[in-house]
Structure formats: structure tokens, C-alpha cells
């Protein structure tokens, strides 16, 4: 059976009065790339801001099925009332949200939707959306999807347009909502050329429970971000965890700054670890701070030890150690000089971390910020390519990846190399 789809729903409600002219707006975004799916929003006359609110989860919940009736839902809303009655922690009493929280819980099976509390200021979308819908209503009139500038800030005005699909919902096409790039060191002298910023979503074997068996819930998403650039970056070094441990260079703290606003503007990171060497723990920190999040660091991701090779260049390397790096290209088993891991070894210790990372992190979306070799290994991996497909991978530095890893053992990558957020 193919994967199920995900998708995050975003809702919110509004009263001018409480109760007032009302009204509500909710949004589907792919939950990796942020892209505007599908958007909802009407003017409903006068009612209370609770009411405006579950009006605004029905709609965004109805507009997520017209795309996917079996896609996995993760709804996301300001509304602590709605939020945990739905999730069945607290009582609905009022007459008038009973109905509502009904409809809504009719329209994916229970299984299927998940609800997640977030603060007021990381719902602007929908919010906006519901302030469309009451203006218009003030008019006279209804809210029209063609018409609408919700998605669009300060940044991504000029450069976007709303498409609009009034059956559908108007699909946006938000200018680089995440938006990443650059180059690391550790094995990049041999990458093939690929298309930088590359979406990929594979389809993994059928498992033998199938996707649609009831306790598979949200997928463990493990977003691959490597570090800022260094100053060896662009010289195209091998910079490893046996080397200098160099710093961001000033164009690795602007890729930093970069990568942490795309990602504070999705919103949807839950945790952040990193490799203990400096240049991810600078990039980490970056994005900790954009988020209001804290950093965990964890030795598995740091990158592949390259001994002798370390600080060299790959013409370097060829030069001084030609039958060593041979030997390196040829095998996965064959390590650099003078005692560096071979790829076999770091393909172990980063199994084993994913491994780990995945049991305290079931269902949840989390930063890995790490380095060429643990992002390639984890991206193979859950491909079940071969171990010579490290060196036909581009792998910028600042770029996001990202894999899905769902609970009968299936992995989906959904996204490689994705640098936009540095152009």
C-alpha cells in the first residue's frame, strides 16, 4: 500500500463583540515544505469567538479530506478550548460547540488526526484568513480565495501571487516559505552533480501491516540540517571530527540566520539536536534561538573522522595518499589514512542514533543538525540504496533534508537539498 500523505491543519475563528460579526479561517500546508495546500474562510454572521474557532477546524479538516481522505492530520490552533476538548482531555458543555466538535470529529476517523496547541503569534495564516473573512462581511459581502494576501508577509509579498481555486481552496504559491543552501566540507570533493534543492518523496515496500493499520499515528520526521559553512568549506576540504573543529565563517552565521527564520516561520520543529562539533553547534544554536527552543547534543551525529585527510583537499589527499583513497572509493569497509571510520563504521554509529532518536521521538518533528556524511547515511539508508550512492548525493551546506520514519519501520524521504532559503 502507498504511504498516506500528511498534512498539517491550521485553523482559527474570530468575534467582533464575542458574540459578534464572526468569522473563520483555516489552512492545509504540506507539513515539510510548508507549501499552501488548500485554504477555507467565510464570514458566518454573528457568534461567539469559540464557535467562529470549531467552524474554522471543520472547514480546514473538510478542505484536508477533498485532498486526501486518508491522509494523516496534524491540526494546529491557537485555541487551547478547542484543542484539548477535541483531543477528549476536556468536557464540551456548551450547546453550541457540540454539534460542531461532532462534524469535526465525523470527518477523518479518530486515528487519523492529531491536535496540537500552538501560541497565537505561529497561527497568523489562518488568523489572517478569518480577518479577511470578517472584513469582507462588514462589506456586505462573502470572502473571495482570488482576493486573498493572507499567506503573504513583509518578505514574500512582491515575490508571490495567489492562485485562486474556489472549489479547492486557493493553493498558494508561497516564495520560498523554507528556504535553505550551501556546501560542507566532509566529502565533497566526490559528489556527482545533482540538482541542488531537489524534493524527493519515495514510496517505501509495502509493509506487511499496511499503512492504513490504526496504530501507526504520526510518523517520527527527522529534518536533516547541515551546518553553516566553515572557512574550509569553499576550498572544499575534508573537515571531520578528527580535524581543526573550525567555526562558522561569517557567510556560515548569515546561512545560519537564514535557515533559522525559514524554520521559526513554519513552526513545526519540536526538538533540536546536534553533532557536539562547533560548526553544528553554532547553526543549532542559531535556530534554538529563533525557535525558543533548547539544543541536545548527541555524539552519533557527528561527522565521519578522516585522520590523515583531515584539513586536505581531495587533490590533496590523491596526491600524498593515492592507493588509500582508492581503496576508499571502492568500499565502504576501507578507511581513510592513519585510522579515520570507514563509512560501514558510520553508517553503524548513525543507525544506531537514529535508532535511539526514533524511540524518544515517535510522532514528532525533530532537528538533526549534523554534518554531509550522517545526513547521506540516513538518507540512504531510508532509501535502501547501496553505499556507493554517497558519492552521487549533493549535499549543500545549510540545506534541509528531511525523512519520515513511520512505526511499522517504513522510512519516506521527503525532501533532499533543499537550499531556497539562501537565494
Not at 552533480?193 to 496504530?215: H, I, K, M, R, Y
Not at 559553512?229 to 556560515?252: H, I, M, N, W, Y
Request: with cysteine; charged share 25%; aromatic share 4%.
Amino acid at each position: 500500500m502507498p504511504v498516506p500523505r500528511e498534512f498539517v491543519v491550521e485553523a482559527d475563528g474570530g468575534s467582533r463583540g464575542n458574540p459578534g460579526p464572526a468569522g473563520y479561517g483555516a489552512v492545509v500546508l504540506d507539513p515539510v515544505s510548508g507549501e499552501t495546500l488548500a485554504e477555507a474562510a467565510e464570514y458566518i454572521g454573528v457568534a461567539t469567538n469559540n464557535v467562529a474557532e470549531y467552524k474554522g477546524l471543520v472547514a480546514g479538516l473538510k478542505a484536508a479530506h477533498a485532498l486526501d481522505p486518508e491522509a494523516l492530520v496534524r491540526v494546529r490552533m491557537d485555541s487551547k478550548l478547542v484543542v484539548e476538548q477535541m483531543s477528549g482531555r476536556w468536557k464540551i458543555k456548551h450547546p453550541d460547540m457540540k454539534p460542531l466538535a461532532a462534524e469535526a470529529a465525523r470527518v477523518f476517523p479518530p486515528a487519523q488526526v492529531t491536535y496540537e496547541w500552538i501560541p497565537r503569534e505561529r497561527n497568523k495564516h489562518a488568523d489572517r484568513l478569518a480577518n479577511e473573512a470578517m472584513d469582507a462581511g462588514k462589506q456586505g459581502k462573502q470572502w473571495e480565495p482570488s482576493r486573498s494576501t493572507a499567506a503573504l508577509d513583509a518578505r514574500d509579498e512582491e515575490a508571490a501571487r495567489v492562485v485562486g481555486d474556489a472549489a479547492a481552496g486557493a493553493a498558494k504559491a508561497r516564495a520560498a516559505l523554507v528556504r535553505t543552501g550551501g556546501a560542507s566540507a566532509a566529502a565533497a570533493p566526490v559528489v556527482s552533480d545533482a540538482v541542488a534543492g531537489a524534493e524527493l518523496l519515495a514510496t517505501p515496500a509495502a509493509p506487511s501491516a499496511g499503512w492504513g493499520a490504526p496504530d501507526l499515528g504520526l510518523p517520527a520526521t527527522f529534518v536533516l540540517l547541515r551546518h553553516g559553512e566553515t572557512v574550509l568549506t569553499p576550498q572544499k576540504r575534508f573537515s571531520g571530527s578528527g580535524g581543526s573543529d573550525p567555526v562558522l565563517s561569517a557567510v556560515g552565521r548569515r546561512q545560519a540566520d537564514a535557515v533559522a527564520a525559514a524554520l521559526a516561520e513554519r513552526g513545526t520543529i519540536q526538538a533540536i539536536i546536534s553533532s557536539p562539533l562547533r560548526r553544528c553547534r553554532e547553526t543549532a544554536d542559531a535556530v534554538a534561538a529563533k525557535l525558543g527552543l533548547g539544543v541536545s547534543i548527541e555524539e552519533g551525529l557527528r561527522e565521519t573522522d578522516f585522520a590523515a585527510w583531515e584539513g586536505l583537499t581531495y587533490a590533496e589527499v590523491r596526491e600524498r595518499y593515492p592507493d588509500d583513497l582508492e581503496a576508499w572509493l571502492a568500499s565502504p569497509k576501507a578507511a581513510p589514512t592513519g585510522g579515520g571510520e570507514s563509512f560501514a563504521t558510520v553508517a553503524r554509529r548513525v543507525a544506531a542514533t537514529r535508532d535511539k532518536l526514533l524511540a524518544l521521538h515517535q510522532g514528532r518533528t525533530i532537528l538533526l543538525v549534523t554534518h554531509v556524511t550522517p545526513v547521506k547515511t540516513l538518507v540512504r539508508l531510508a532509501l535502501g540504496a547501496p553505499p556507493e550512492s554517497l558519492f552521487r548525493m549533493e549535499l549543500s551546506a545549510a540545506s534541509l533534508s528531511a525523512v519520515a520514519y513511520y512505526a511499522d519501520g517504513n522510512a519516506s524521504l521527503r525532501l533532499l537539498n533543499d537550499t531556497s532559503h539562501l537565494r
